[in-house]
């Protein structure tokens, strides 16, 4: 399905660890691996014009389907031209499954094995999503990757619990496999498991099996377990995963994640962190993290980080301290800048660094440096 | 003083009405006259990154001394190399004097011959704020111009008050002078005298007979008087003010403001109207003026204005709608982009026009334009 339109290159994998050097090509473009995908929950990366968003180096961008579909609805988003001409972002986009938001807004749904109902976080009215749902809104919306709707449920999990979650997620991966109609979408499934690493691998192999899926998801990390144990659960999946198809973890995470889970074989990443952070004041750099509310920065000239190509590093750090105390929009907007830059600019350090084969060296540099002068 | 750094060269009047065609040379750089400064009081227009300031034509900008002395404090700005530098723009910058918050925090300051003493807003100290202070501020921010500190009252006001205030903004005047020791710095003196035409003609000559002033301001309009005052006032003065010096409007106003004040011989403006009103979802247009937030633009395909050059006009007008309805801060960034560019589109054409000699024929288009489609 959608061959011609969507492929996967593995260009090289490292010679010290499992980390792959790729590309992925789709119909808007093509998209180095590793990659990171800055969040547009709502059609925006919050904070960001789509011309700033593409001088941050991101090459595909993530929409969520459950608050699209909510407001404006994804009727109105295909009656104004699909997703990428709404947002005025013309490369690559994926949209999540709704999946998630079966954990984020557990108090008010309820999962049975035909869909979930939710209660909208807007006005709260009914809205169900179903396989075949989430499938519709996707392809309304016009997402060159789409992901089938799987079951998230928050860790420490009973095995029963994670278990069924699992098998429904399998099932549904099925169903949304069925549910397709557009073959200039490509549809990624979602490995759950929770941090049964039996369990994952079984729920790899049994998605593989299923069909010729254009990716493979690690969903279900992040959500309340340790940092242990999200890096083992990677560790143990990934062999799983086709080697010829994208490896996607969703939701992950800081920039020490995403060269652990780089390390252990996985292409794609999506998360909040950095524009979150950046709208809370917190900026990330190669010697740590900056706290610009910090009455310390107010008289410091130098950039938030030498050589760093982002509007905010045209500016002192006195300045973007003064921008958050005075509570000015330019604050937030200017770290979130910067962070989604920091971020494209380590994946592609990352991206050079095994197609050397150093990317432990690398990996080594990283961890050594954010322990650094500016950590707090 | 300064006469090597700062010219004003007065290219054309135009033939039907009092619109001039000038230009004005500062330390940063040539301003064309008619010209539209946007505000940055806390050393940021709200929103926008200092090149897509750049993009919407902007030539000149404002800062606010009593803003900035207060926070981060004129020191903290000199340390880090001046206000142009603190704000990462390279192009000609006008502070304000204070005087607009004797007016706008009129109820928490005491105005004495000496000097206004303030109530900071923000942490309630006191703030004196004398002539020599307001010049000795905007000489540590390093602007281009400053402005002598004047005495704003509210209109209406008795003709004893206009008049005392008056008279105390010519003595301040004389003492801002006084207290200049940067040559790199303009001063701009301030016409005052509310609404009485006379007292407005006495007042520009003392102010011209008291020193060569590099630019010549009227201020204490917009106020709360109506627009007929306001203009029948400004056509009073502006015969009176030197004609081989910058004439410029301080904090007004709308589109038609702007044409109003033009063809009567105003050369700068400052206002926040366009980001203001940007930030809450209006959009001014030729055809008058969108309120993005009507469910009429739900889905409406169209930009806010045809051939528009700026970010909002990138997108639909349903998606900036969108934007609006889900709190995003890319609408209200995305609107004062689109509201400071068109009015720097506004004084271009303005300035084309008057170099053709049909300012009047521009003026009515603009008046009949603003009636139109967009109008609610």
């Known amino acids: ?46 904070g960001l014009t789509a011309s700033q968003v593409r001088a941050t180096g991101s ?26 001409r709404f947002m005025g972002w013309d490369g690559p986009i994926l949209t ?17 094995e035909q869909s979930a109902i939710f209660r909208s976080h807007i006005n709260g009215r009914k809205f169900e999503l179903s ?10 919306l016009g997402s060159d990757v789409a992901m089938v709707l799987d079951h998230v449920i928050a860790l420490p999990a009973s095995n029963t619990n994670v278990r069924d979650a699992c098998d429904r997620t399998i099932r549904w991966a099925k169903r949304c496999l069925g549910a397709r109609t557009r073959h200039d979408q490509a549809q ?27 990716g493979y998801a690690i969903g279900g990390l992040s959500v309340g377990e340790g940092e242990a144990d999200m890096l083992r659960t990677i560790e ?51 010697a740590g993290r900056l706290r610009l509310r910090n009455s310390k ?21 006195g300045y973007i301290r003064h921008l958050f105390q005075a509570n000015e929009m330019l ?20 991206r050079a660094a095994i197609e050397n084969d150093v990317y432990l060296d690398f990996y080594d540099e990283k961890i050594a440096g954010w322990k650094g002068e500016n950590t707090t």
């Open 131 to 140: 396989p075949e749902r989430s499938i519709e809104i996707q392809e309304a």
């Open 188 to 214: 990624f499934a979602i490995v759950q498991g929770g941090l049964n690493a039996e369990l994952r691998v079984e729920c790899a192999k049994q998605l593989a099996e299923l069909s010729d899926f254009d």
């Open 331 to 350: 604050g937030p907007i200017l770290l979130t800048a910067h962070n989604i830059t920091y971020y494209q600019r380590l994946v592609s350090q990352a």
């Open 297 to 317: 920065h107010q008289r410091d000239d130098r950039p938030l980080e030498e050589n760093c190509p982002c509007p905010a590093c045209q500016h002192s750090r």
């Open 96 to 112: 999540d499954s709704g999946g998630f938001q079966l954990f984020s807004l557990a108090d008010s749904n309820k999962v049975t």
């Open 236 to 286: 143990a999946t990934c062999p799983a995963l086709p080697r010829e198809k994208p490896r996607y973890l969703m939701g992950v995470g800081t920039p020490k994640d995403l060269v652990e889970a780089i390390r252990r074989g996985v292409d794609m990443f999506d998360c909040i962190i950095p524009s979150h952070n950046g709208r809370n004041a917190l900026a990330y750099t190669d």
């Open 59 to 84: 090459q595909m961008v993530l929409g969520n389907t459950y608050h699209l579909a909510l407001r404006p609805g994804e009727d109105v988003v295909a009656e104004l031209g699909g997703l990428h």
């Open 1 to 46: 399905m959608g061959a011609n339109l969507f492929s996967f290159e593995l260009h090289h994998v490292d010679r010290g660890c499992a980390a792959r050097r790729a590309s992925f090509t789709t119909p808007h473009g093509v998209v180095d691996l590793p990659t990171f995908m800055p969040v547009g929950t709502q059609g925006t990366i919050k």
